[in-house]
């Protein structure tokens, strides 16, 4: 009977992509008022980060009125993600049950040690599709997505002005598109900003009067929900005029990145309060190259300057949560908390 490893360390910021800032799989990292040196394995992590949470009816509710205004087959898709997650909750919960029945409907203990090793097995598959099936989910994004990233580097852009056909997207430059706002929306930078942030988002008074009762509200049960809802309709928009900009650095300094490291540059993260108007995102891909999405520019390349380089670097400083990378140890002179 093969075994099951349920994926408990579950990364926000992929260790492939942080593997351009290492080496030999050994990243600088400061965190707070620390510098250390550690394997990327161990960074931008939590456990069961993604586990999947029930929603009650109340935040049923608020879903829905969250979608009210959207077309048919948006309130569909997202309807059809919702019921695919509770799936794995509910296997879980049918799995519990049985397990907990027939364990009392067998006396032979030779039988019984079979039936555990068993049962134990089971138990895990079922607690393994709750536990690892988003991570699964993005996991599979970054496989497909790290092609795009190494041409990147390899400053070649033709999947996004000359894209090809794609399996399940219409094509390269919407599968890119997506990806990066997933990125950007799946990490614990924004998840803990939104659930700060809930109560100035979402006016409790209202909500009582629309007949949701907003203190059974959990918004980290919340987050991940809407997320997925706004991270695919963000894409969708910026589809047909986003533009893409490659930036080259040639200088002294390097690009650094952190556990948020894809970036609106034209909002404040120091301030759950502050909405920005203009979307524009920032993406380091390795010490030396970065990209601009949606960017005024009209050029694909952008040779950066000293003073560009320390931009974006304190940009990405101001935007982490916990942790700032590098490739070396002397950046955090400059850029700390």
């Known amino acids: 009977m093969k075994d099951v490893n349920i994926k408990h360390k579950q990364h926000y910021v992929f260790q492939a992509y942080l593997e351009k800032w290492s080496n030999n799989k050994q990243i600088w990292c400061c965190r707070k008022d620390k510098i250390f040196l550690t394997n990327i394995i161990n960074v931008a992590q939590e456990r069961d980060f993604y586990r999947i949470k029930e929603l009650n009816s109340e935040e049923e509710k608020f879903i829905s009125l969250f979608l009210f205004n959207q077309p048919k087959d948006v309130r569909e898709a997202v309807t059809k993600h919702i019921q695919l997650l509770h799936k794995q909750l509910m296997w879980k919960e049918l799995s519990d049950t049985f397990i907990n029945n027939i364990s009392f409907c067998i006396e032979d203990n030779q039988a019984k040690t079979e039936l555990n090793k068993v049962i134990e097995n089971l138990r895990k598959i ?78 409790e008074e209202i909500l009582n009067k629309l007949g949701v009762d907003y203190s059974q509200l959990r918004p980290n049960h ?22 893409l900009s490659l ?19 034209k909002a404040n993260y120091q301030s759950i309060n502050d909405t ?33 380089v320390e931009y974006y670097n304190t ?13 070396d140890k002397a950046l955090f002179e400059k850029y700390h908390f």
């Open 247 to 265: 930036i080259i650095n040639n200088t002294e300094e390097p690009f650094i990145t952190s556990d948020q490291p894809i970036i609106n540059i």
């Open 222 to 243: 919340l987050a991940y929900y809407v997320f997925w809802y706004v991270e695919n309709h963000v894409a969708d928009m910026l589809y047909n005029n986003a533009h």
């Open 126 to 203: 079922a607690d393994s599709g709750v536990n690892d099936l988003v991570e699964n989910i993005y996991s599979d994004d970054e496989g497909k997505a790290i092609v795009y990233l190494n041409q990147i580097i390899n400053e070649d852009l033709s999947f996004f002005y000359s894209p090809d056909s794609d399996d399940c997207f219409r094509d390269s430059k919407q599968r890119f598109i997506h990806f990066l706002c997933t990125q950007h929306f799946r990490t614990k930078s924004a998840r803990v900003r939104w659930e700060n942030g809930m109560s100035e988002s979402f006016n």
């Open 315 to 327: 940009k990405i400083t101001k935007s982490a949560l916990e942790n700032i990378f590098a490739n």
């Open 276 to 308: 920005p108007d203009e979307l524009i995102f920032y993406y380091p891909i390795s010490p030396k190259y970065a990209i601009l999405l949606n960017d005024n520019s009209t050029d694909s390349r952008i040779i950066a300057l000293d003073k560009d």
